[in-house]
């Protein structure tokens, strides 16, 4: 059998690999704890449930138009009018099975191939793979643990060449949880302005933010700086709907409609019955982000705490999302072994606490960032005190 080079060059999923191997392991009667998972360990709300109910009992289960309902993008134009200050029609937005449908939509939409992406790193492990399945170029952007993971104009407009077209920007960021200040952001749209570059803002997990961190889109700013831009998000962070597959897009028409056509041709429609019930997430009662976020935010201190503890790590605490990113270069330059090799990267890491301390972790090579970790705490305090626990005896 020939595979065709475009299958070739795509890596797998790193994060769904772990997460995989972990429940295998679990199948096999081992008390794995994982932290790789990028989902709330909370059950969808229960006004969202019922409205998916009553949309089956009322037949709500056929095709409906290809970019979504009309009830759900009026949903969207109202919550980016009151929560993100941004105005759309609804002939401006695009629903999808995810929003990783819209982030591939949106690149193939708007890059040729030999186009140009920036892309600040540490990224989420799709961005890379969506880019050059689109035939385009990732052109990485380091951040640093420094400047708390988070991009500069001045680094943007070193990597500008008159082949860029795009830049994708994350914020709070998966995985490092950095979140961007409005003053950083105006800067960088700026430059997209002045070089005629687009940008992809995926703001996914938007309310999931802590302390005096706060959220800006960049969409905002209006005029010809909100044409740049193309904003990306859905129901599955904020409302523990990662199973129910509806993201959304918003931005000019013309782009709009590009993604549109591509939708027609690969998945048709968004999910109809998840479509009823992401109206009622947008517009129902929200009481239960909030208290998500509370319990995310006592994990999330306990976590960065402890981490900070274990010599060898060394981890900052982030704005947004639910992940924790400790530097453990000072751990692989120990020259380690294990089963009589060295452990230099972080990928033999993760594969050495998975097998001897039964936690899993996700690599930071995963998100083009050697010498780091992603550790999830989108799961119970009991489990994070017990898997830290365990990490901390194994390498003691």
Request: aromatic fraction near 10%; glycine fraction near 6%.
């Given at each position: 059998?020939?595979?065709?080079?475009?299958?070739?060059?795509?890596?797998?999923?790193?994060?769904?690999?772990?997460?995989?191997?972990?429940?295998?392991?679990?199948?096999?009667?081992?008390?794995?704890?994982?932290?790789?998972?990028?989902?709330?360990?909370?059950?969808?709300?229960?006004?969202?449930?019922?409205?998916?109910?009553?949309?089956?009992?009322?037949?709500?289960?056929?095709?409906?138009?290809?970019?979504?309902?009309?009830?759900?993008?009026?949903?969207?134009?109202?919550?980016?009018?009151?929560?993100?200050?941004?105005?759309?029609?609804t002939s401006e937005i695009i629903v999808s099975t995810g929003a990783k449908q819209c982030l591939f939509n949106t690149i193939l939409t708007l890059c040729n191939p030999g186009d140009e992406v920036l892309l600040p790193t540490p990224c989420w492990v799709s961005y890379t793979e969506q880019i050059k399945m689109a035939k385009a170029i990732p052109v990485f952007v380091p951040t640093y643990f420094k400047d708390e993971f988070k991009l500069n104009a001045a680094q943007v407009e070193e990597k500008i060449t008159p082949k860029t077209k795009l830049i994708i920007l994350n914020t709070p960021n998966?995985?490092?949880?950095?979140?961007?200040?409005?003053?950083?952001?105006?800067?960088?749209?700026?430059?997209?302005?002045?070089?005629?570059?687009?940008?992809?803002?995926?703001?996914?997990?938007?309310?999931?933010?802590?302390?005096?961190?706060?959220?800006?889109?960049?969409?905002?700013?209006?005029?010809?700086?909100?044409?740049?831009?193309?904003t990306i998000n859905g129901v599955s962070k904020s409302y523990a709907m990662t199973g129910w597959r509806i993201g959304y897009a918003a931005g000019s028409e013309d782009i709009i409609k590009g993604m549109s056509k591509i939708q027609g041709h690969s998945t048709s429609n968004p999910n109809s019955i998840a479509q009823k019930a992401s109206v009622e997430a947008l517009l129902g009662d929200q009481k239960t982000i909030k208290e998500m976020r509370i319990a995310f935010d006592e994990r999330r201190k306990y976590m960065v705490s402890r981490l900070n503890?274990?010599?060898?790590?060394?981890?900052?605490?982030?704005?947004?999302?639910?992940?924790?990113?400790?530097?453990?270069?000072?751990?692989?330059?120990?020259?380690?072994?294990?089963?009589?090799?060295?452990?230099?990267?972080?990928?033999?890491?993760?594969?050495?606490?998975?097998?001897?301390?039964?936690?899993?972790?996700?690599?930071?090579?995963?998100?083009?960032?050697?010498?780091?970790?992603r550790l999830s705490y989108a799961t119970s305090l009991e489990d994070i005190k017990e898997g830290l626990d365990r990490i901390e005896r194994v390498l003691s």
């Open positions: 059998m020939t595979i065709s080079d475009l299958v070739k060059n795509i890596h797998p999923s790193q994060t769904l690999a772990i997460t995989a191997q972990a429940l295998k392991m679990k199948q096999e009667g081992k008390k794995v704890i994982s932290f790789g998972a990028g989902e709330p360990d909370f059950n969808t709300p229960e006004n969202i449930r019922n409205e998916a109910i009553s949309a089956i009992n009322h037949g709500f289960t056929h095709y409906t138009a290809g970019s979504g309902i009309i009830e759900l993008k009026e949903a969207i134009v109202k919550k980016l009018k009151i929560e993100n200050q941004i105005e759309y029609k998966n995985p490092t949880g950095a979140v961007y200040h409005e003053n950083e952001l105006r800067k960088i749209a700026e430059l997209c302005v002045d070089h005629n570059i687009y940008c992809i803002c995926d703001e996914i997990y938007e309310k999931l933010i802590y302390d005096s961190a706060k959220h800006f889109s960049m969409a905002s700013m209006g005029g010809e700086i909100k044409e740049k831009i193309i503890k274990i010599d060898g790590f060394s981890c900052l605490e982030p704005s947004g999302a639910f992940y924790a990113f400790p530097d453990i270069k000072n751990i692989l330059a120990r020259g380690m072994k294990y089963k009589n090799s060295v452990i230099e990267t972080s990928l033999e890491f993760s594969n050495f606490i998975l097998n001897e301390a039964e936690v899993a972790l996700v690599p930071g090579i995963a998100f083009e960032a050697e010498g780091y970790l």
